[in-house]
């Protein structure tokens, strides 16, 4: 049976009840690689779905370069991940913490610097059993020049392993990560269809309880769309924006009224991610 990572849906919300949830963790060894170094972790049990648990692929990037968000950008590739080998796993889910928006030559890039550690939910087969992780991960090393790097990893996880080590970075990671639905404080209203001079957009009205102050919009569609960087309007003394984006693609498609994509909108810390309809214009 062949796994792969999805990346159009995030359980980021499981992990942030970890910090005030005892965890149990368990730590793969580095694969040291010429610009990085990566491995995989283990916290233990969902704290909020009896039937998963919680895995991590954590990623150590060297003083001066940087790998990619799973939308790059302008440039660059995102990770890839391939679970082919993997023992006593019916589903899993990749999580993607915030990027860093980055600049250069008029380009705009989405990366990760430092550390970064991307959430597995792992839902097992056999509860009972080992959950054996096998994986193979590609990523971009990036400074002046990038580089793919890549390793093997495995991980086995005993269903009745205990461990705290590893409570701190889980929940330190878990403010990264945005929440997945409409919240008093931000919320991600609607999404409409746009085109004008010849151009398609798409048209995000988002909100939040006091004024955004470095709002970033992010919109994903299927594959073959590329989106270039929104421009985005304060309304409502700047509680309210709408973000408009336009987006191209290779055979000249456009996105159908009904389709669905993928809005980030993010703010420091405040920070909403939703699977949005694309509605008619407005």
Not at 37 to 59: E, K, M, Y
Not at 118 to 136: E, F, G
Not at 194 to 211: F, H, I, M, N, Y
């Given at each position: 049976?062949?796994?792969?990572?999805?990346i159009?849906?995030?359980?980021?919300?499981?992990?942030?009840?970890?910090?005030?949830?005892?965890?149990?963790a368990?730590?793969?060894?580095?694969?040291?690689?010429?610009h990085?170094?990566?491995?995989?972790?283990?916290?233990?049990?969902?704290?909020?779905?009896?039937?998963?648990?919680i895995?991590?692929?954590?990623?150590?990037?060297?003083?001066?370069?940087?790998?990619?968000?799973?939308s790059?950008?302008?440039?660059?590739?995102?990770?890839?991940?391939?679970?082919?080998?993997?023992?006593?796993?019916?589903?899993?889910?990749?999580?993607?913490?915030?990027?860093?928006?980055?600049?250069?030559?008029?380009?705009?890039?989405?990366?990760?610097?430092?550390?970064?550690?991307?959430?597995?939910?792992?839902y097992?087969?056999?509860?009972?059993?080992?959950?054996?992780?096998?994986m193979?991960?590609t990523?971009?090393?990036c400074?002046?020049?990038?580089?793919?790097?890549?390793a093997?990893?495995?991980?086995?996880?005993?269903?009745?392993?205990?461990?705290?080590?590893?409570?701190?970075?889980?929940?330190?990671?878990?403010?990264r990560?945005?929440?997945?639905?409409?919240?008093?404080?931000?919320?991600?209203?609607r999404?409409?269809?746009?085109?004008?001079?010849g151009?398609?957009?798409?048209?995000?009205?988002?909100r939040?309880?006091s004024?955004?102050?470095?709002?970033?919009v992010?919109?994903?569609?299927?594959?073959?769309?590329?989106?270039?960087?929104?421009?985005?309007?304060?309304?409502?003394?700047?509680?309210?924006?709408?973000?408009?984006?336009?987006?191209?693609?290779?055979?000249?498609?456009?996105?159908?009224?009904g389709?669905?994509?993928?809005v980030?909108?993010?703010?420091?810390?405040?920070?909403?991610?939703?699977?949005?309809?694309?509605?008619?214009?407005?």
């Amino acid at each position: 049976m062949r796994l792969r990572a999805f990346i159009w849906l995030a359980t980021a919300l499981l992990l942030l009840a970890c910090a005030a949830v005892p965890a149990r963790a368990l730590e793969g060894a580095w694969a040291p690689k010429a610009h990085s170094s990566v491995r995989l972790l283990a916290l233990g049990p969902s704290p909020t779905d009896p039937d998963a648990v919680i895995l991590g692929i954590h990623i150590r990037m060297q003083p001066g370069w940087e790998t990619y968000w799973r939308s790059p950008g302008d440039a660059g590739v995102p990770p890839d991940f391939f679970f082919d080998d993997t023992e006593n796993v019916d589903e899993l889910y990749v999580d993607w913490p915030l990027p860093t928006k980055k600049v250069t030559a008029g380009m705009t890039t989405y990366v990760y610097q430092g550390d970064v550690l991307l959430p597995i939910t792992v839902y097992p087969h056999d509860r009972t059993q080992p959950i054996k992780l096998r994986m193979k991960i590609t990523y971009a090393a990036c400074r002046e020049v990038c580089m793919l790097e890549e390793a093997d990893l495995a991980l086995d996880v005993a269903p009745d392993h205990n461990d705290d080590r590893l409570a701190e970075l889980f929940a330190k990671n878990a403010a990264r990560m945005p929440v997945l639905d409409n919240t008093p404080d931000v919320a991600i209203e609607r999404v409409n269809a746009a085109a004008g001079d010849g151009k398609q957009r798409l048209e995000v009205l988002a909100r939040a309880t006091s004024p955004w102050i470095d709002p970033q919009v992010i919109i994903e569609a299927e594959p073959g769309f590329a989106f270039k960087p929104a421009v985005i309007t304060p309304i409502m003394d700047g509680r309210r924006i709408i973000a408009r984006a336009e987006y191209t693609h290779a055979a000249g498609l456009q996105i159908p009224e009904g389709a669905t994509v993928v809005v980030t909108v993010y703010d420091g810390t405040r920070a909403i991610e939703r699977i949005m309809l694309v509605y008619p214009p407005e």
